[in-house]
């Protein structure tokens, strides 16, 4: 089963841009689809994006369209989440997450055996 550390959280003012990176070790990573949840405080988890195995597919939740960009890095085994224009609803814990999926990425959150321990973003107003 792949392993998955998140990394780049923090605190940003509203309008700014973080970059959220996840890297994958113990596992082949090109066979996983990845994707990236988020919970905030008295919030269930929800999802934010997915990134085929390959790359060349991307599905993004309604609430982070135009503003989120996922993309990974075969050589390196990472994923990354570029965030701009950033809202302070978009405050949460983001996790990474693997799907053993060589098809179109899902988003439920079912379909994903391996997660990662979350990384703090928190945006001001």
């Known amino acids: 089963q792949v392993q998955l550390v998140e990394s780049g959280g923090g605190l940003v003012q509203a309008g700014g841009s973080l970059r959220l990176s996840c890297a994958a070790s113990?596992?082949?990573?090109?066979?996983?689809?990845m994707a990236w949840f988020r919970q905030a405080p008295g919030k269930e988890r929800e999802f934010v994006s997915a990134?085929?195995?390959?790359?060349?597919?991307?599905v993004y939740a309604d609430s982070v369209k135009g503003r989120f960009t996922s993309s990974r890095d075969q050589a390196k085994n990472t994923v990354a989440l570029q965030m701009s224009n950033l809202k302070p609803e978009d405050t949460a814990v983001y996790y990474c997450?693997?799907?053993?999926?060589?098809?179109?990425?899902?988003?439920?959150?079912?379909?994903?055996?391996?997660w990662g321990q979350g990384t703090q973003v928190t945006v001001s107003s």
């Open positions: 113990g596992g082949t990573f090109s066979a996983y689809a």
């Open positions: 997450a693997a799907d053993r999926n060589q098809g179109r990425p899902r988003v439920g959150q079912n379909e994903y055996a391996a």
């Open positions: 990134i085929s195995w390959s790359g060349q597919n991307t």
